[in-house]
């Protein structure tokens, strides 16, 4: 590991203009390419304290052993140099899009004297029109089929057009008439040539002008009693209007745009692009790539623009180019989107209409597009096979940790404090074993506090199942009334319902152990070395030796361990890493869900709610008889019991309710249904003055 002073520049050495800098390490191997307004300004950001830059940047850094940089004039010619540089050295720092997949286009060879229709992938070859791309290739075959009716250009390749042309005869396309036959001089090379340019001008979305010249020809068939001929023409243009149908129109007035979107997370980002020609989706493509150095969703963007329109000139970069973020600077690339084009190109973030919404479209694409990466990724069993035994070295642990859990807590500023379990097995997410909790041991903001309750009552519960089965019987760690108490408030289950519904026996209808006699080999919290810390003193509390603890800083991406100074750092590359984020990941993703349910639970809360046997339907028809709580609240014995469903008991119950949320209003006398008139000051169901019409603010809270 190299120390980057032992390389950083002299000061006033590097120059304050626009450029292009390169870092390499000890084998002269570029490993970093990066351009700048300011040189010096840039480059000073990598040589501050190591402790201050982001890991992935240090990790850059301290891998290089120089750097050099390129002086350019404009913003522009850096971008270019930029894109140039990583195309010739590939820099294994610098983001790089991989393709998920091999794209088809739908190619015109218009450099070949006899221009040939065919799918082609791979790089792009001057003189060839393309369009697409496709998402497979036998959508392109689908749709010339359809268009050689009507523009019967050679298909074959060169060898089946020399046979043709050596013996005389057409292949079969030739004969039924998909093909003009120029191999056999049906027509002369400038006849087919005009043939494939009107290919391409219906490709490209010219297609009402080829449409109304078919109907005009038909008509005038038909007028001359020509019938075949016309029905002929009637075919054709179906089959024209049938090419048109697989591409929808989504932008009015025959836009040309592309749409660019990125879905990210810490680790990777996905980017989505949809190529809008004439109005109509023409083809779609994405790319997923490692996120190895700090970047913003604008550089993604940028860097998105130079995979795309890096080799790209004249109609292949459209005029208007959608995307969820601008470069900073914008100026720059849209200057460089402009030259490549040869005349303006607008660069904007949409934001309404027909193109914001399709936008939406795309970013949901894009996003589907991470998940299945991700999902792929994690279902390789060489993959996670591979992350369970890079865990077990890193936290020197004597096995793979089959199943792992980790644990996250979640509030909103102190309020509504709720913890997550979430499972592993094998390296695979195990849902219908996660858990949530309440915190209910103290109020307010304190997650190590938390965690240590959290944990606490989760191995409890695992050393309760234990002593059921006769595992362990030493009574010292902790008495049967307490570790009740403990298993018996708020651990819920995934779906909601509550894992302590029957618990005289341990195992599931299957024979399958308890969810909470099982334990895992490694405890994982969301944190640094405080939470870990209190996760490892409460398992010491309770006896626990032989489960392994780690936390995972979501800032830094460091693991901790128990009793450690120095955090575990695992190579960005690291299976073993990824899997620990993907955990952890998940464990906040739960337990948010979790919060906000609550929350939104305690805003919709009401008096209502604390009146036994009184459900949703009724309490709808009491609220739409009333119109609303003030005059429910106001409302007598007898008028409550007026509402269809309400009997005399339930409207004194009530009654009651209510007057206990509004102390302020008056009291009501449940046995003859009068209203009688309180002194102020009236106290509520904690003992404190409320206000009339303030809930108890007990209410909504989960038992």
């Known amino acids: 590991m190299a120390d980057p002073s032992s390389y950083r520049p002299k000061p006033g050495e590097i120059p304050d203009s626009p450029g292009v800098y390169r870092f390499r390490d000890e084998h002269r191997r570029v490993i970093y390419v990066g351009k700048a307004k300011s040189l010096r300004q840039r480059l000073a950001n990598y040589f501050q304290d190591l402790a201050g830059l982001h890991p992935r940047t240090r990790s850059m850094v301290t891998t290089a052993a120089s750097v050099e940089w390129t002086v350019v004039s404009t913003e522009v010619e850096a971008l270019q140099l930029e894109y140039s540089w990583i195309k010739e050295y590939d820099p294994r720092f610098n983001v790089k899009y991989r393709d998920d997949k091999s794209y088809p286009y739908l190619a015109v060879t218009m450099n070949e004297e006899f221009p040939r229709v065919q799918v082609m992938r791979g790089h792009k070859k ?123 129109v989504v932008l009015a007035d025959a836009t040309d745009a592309d749409l660019i979107a990125v879905a990210e997370d810490e680790l990777e980002a996905a980017v989505q692009i949809f ?159 996660y858990r949530r909790f309440q915190i209910k041991g103290f109020a307010g903001q304190d997650d190590v506090r938390s965690m240590h309750e959290v944990i606490t009552r989760r191995f409890r519960r695992y050393l309760a199942e234990k002593e059921k089965t006769g595992e362990w019987t030493d009574g010292e760690n902790a008495d049967s ?46 944190g640094g070395a405080p939470q870990v810390a209190a996760a490892r003193r409460a398992l010491d509390e309770l006896g626990i ?65 604390d009146v036994p046997g009184l459900g949703d339907t009724r309490k709808q028809a009491l609220l739409k008889h009333f119109g609303s709580l003030k005059k429910l609240r106001s409302a007598t014995i007898d008028q409550i019991c007026e509402v269809p469903g309400i009997g005399r008991k339930t409207a004194e119950t009530i009654a009651v309710a209510l007057a206990r949320s509004a102390p302020a209003a008056p009291a009501v006398n449940t046995a003859t249904g009068e209203i009688m008139e309180e002194e102020p000051g009236t106290m509520g169901s904690s003992g404190e003055p409320v206000a009339a019409g303030a809930p108890d603010e007990r209410r909504g809270q989960e038992t």
């Open 126 to 248: 001057k003189g060839v029109r393309y369009f697409g791309p496709y998402a497979h290739a036998w959508a392109i075959r689908d749709t010339v089929d359809l268009l050689l009716r009507v523009f019967p250009v050679r298909t074959c390749s060169a060898g089946v057009f020399k046979n043709a042309a050596r013996t005389g005869r057409p292949c079969l396309l030739g004969y039924i008439g998909k093909c003009s036959a120029p191999c056999v001089e049906r027509v002369s090379a400038e006849e087919h040539r005009e043939l494939a340019d009107e290919f391409c001008d219906f490709m490209t979305g010219r297609t009402n002008t080829y449409i109304r010249r078919l109907e005009k020809q038909m008509g005038e068939a038909a007028e001359e009693m020509e019938y075949e001929r016309a029905a002929r023409l009637r075919d054709d243009i179906g089959a024209l209007k049938k090419a048109m149908e697989k591409n929808a």
């Open 275 to 433: 190529h809008v020609r004439g109005g109509r989706v023409r083809g779609q493509r994405g790319w997923v790539t490692d996120k190895v150095e700090e970047i913003t969703t604008g550089a993604l963007v940028e860097h998105a623009l130079q995979q795309l329109y890096g080799e790209e000139t004249g109609d292949a970069v459209p005029k208007e180019v959608l995307v969820p973020a601008l470069p900073d600077p914008v100026e720059p690339v849209q200057e460089w989107l402009t030259a490549r084009r040869g005349s303006g190109v607008s660069l904007r973030i949409p934001q309404r209409g027909d193109k914001k919404a399709l936008m939406e479209t795309v970013q949901r694409n894009a996003q589907q597009a991470l998940v299945l990466h991700k999902t792929k990724r994690a279902s390789d069993l060489t993959t996670r096979s591979r992350a369970l035994e890079e865990i077990a070295d890193a936290l020197d642990l004597d096995s793979a940790p089959l199943r792992i859990e980790c644990y996250d807590i979640s509030h909103l500023q102190g309020d509504d404090v709720v913890a997550s379990m979430v499972v592993f097995e094998d390296g695979l997410a195990r849902k219908s074993e």
């Open 481 to 526: 009334a307490e570790i009740g108490e403990s298993a018996g408030i708020a651990e819920t289950a995934g779906n909601g319902e509550s894992p302590l519904a029957s618990t005289n026996t341990l195992t599931e209808d299957d024979g399958r152990p308890k969810k909470f006699a099982y334990p895992p080999q490694l405890v994982v919290v969301d």
């Open 545 to 609: 030796d032989d489960i392994a603890v780690c936390g995972l800083a979501k800032r830094l991406e460091e693991v901790w361990l128990p009793g450690d100074d120095d955090p575990v750092v695992l190579p960005r590359t690291s299976e073993g890493l990824y899997l620990l984020q993907r955990v952890r990941d998940e464990a906040h993703r739960f337990a948010i869900t979790y919060q906000r349910t609550k929350r939104s639970k305690r805003f919709r809360s009401s008096p209502l709610d």
